[in-house]
Structures are given as structure tokens and as C-alpha cells.
């Protein structure tokens, strides 16, 4: 009778030594899970971080060649501004060389 008590004994001990470690495996799987997740989530985030600076690159890029062509354009204005003025100035004094020549 009192071998059948500690043979007994000693297979709830070895259960409950199989039960823990089974819980320390569960666990470590657990820990496994969240460290690859957290992961993957930094990952995710730094993903975003890099697209949006990327995003406001070149949308810094798409202003600056804006303003470049507006300059531009101005400065074509001007100059045809000037060319006008410079073909009237040139009308009005072949008019007066003609009016005088008359």
C-alpha cells in the first residue's frame, strides 16, 4: 500500500513537472509572438515614416519647379514687354524719319 502511495506521488509530480514546463514553453511562444509582432510593427511604422518623408519630398520638389517656371514666365513677360515697346519705339521713329523726310 505504501508503494502505491509514493509511486503515486511521484507520477503527480512528474504531471505537474510536464504541466509546467508545457506552461514555460506557452509562454516563451507568447513572448516569441509579441517580440515578432512589436517587430513588425516598428517595421510598419518606420515603413510610413520613410513613404511620408518621401511624399513630402517631393512635393517640395514639385513647388520649387512651380516656382521656378512662375519666375520663368515673368521673366518672359518682361522681355516681351521690352520687345514691344521697343518695336513701337521703332515704328514711331521710322513714322517721324518718314514724316521729316516728307
Given at each position: 500500500m505504501i508503494k502505491y502511495i509514493?509511486?503515486?506521488?511521484?507520477?503527480?509530480?512528474?504531471e505537474e513537472e510536464e504541466e509546467e514546463?508545457?506552461?514555460e514553453e506557452e509562454e516563451e511562444k507568447k513572448k516569441k509572438k509579441k517580440k515578432k509582432k512589436k517587430k513588425k510593427k516598428k517595421k510598419k511604422k518606420k515603413k510610413k515614416k520613410k513613404k511620408k518623408k518621401k511624399k513630402?519630398?517631393?512635393?517640395k520638389k514639385r513647388?520649387?519647379?512651380?516656382?521656378k517656371k512662375k519666375k520663368r514666365r515673368e521673366i518672359d513677360r518682361q522681355t516681351d514687354r521690352q520687345t514691344e515697346t521697343e518695336r513701337e519705339n521703332q515704328n514711331i521713329n521710322r513714322l517721324i524719319g518718314l514724316w521729316i523726310d516728307s
Open positions: 509514493v509511486e503515486g506521488e511521484e507520477e503527480e509530480e512528474e514546463e508545457e506552461e513630402k519630398k517631393k512635393k513647388k520649387k519647379k512651380k516656382k
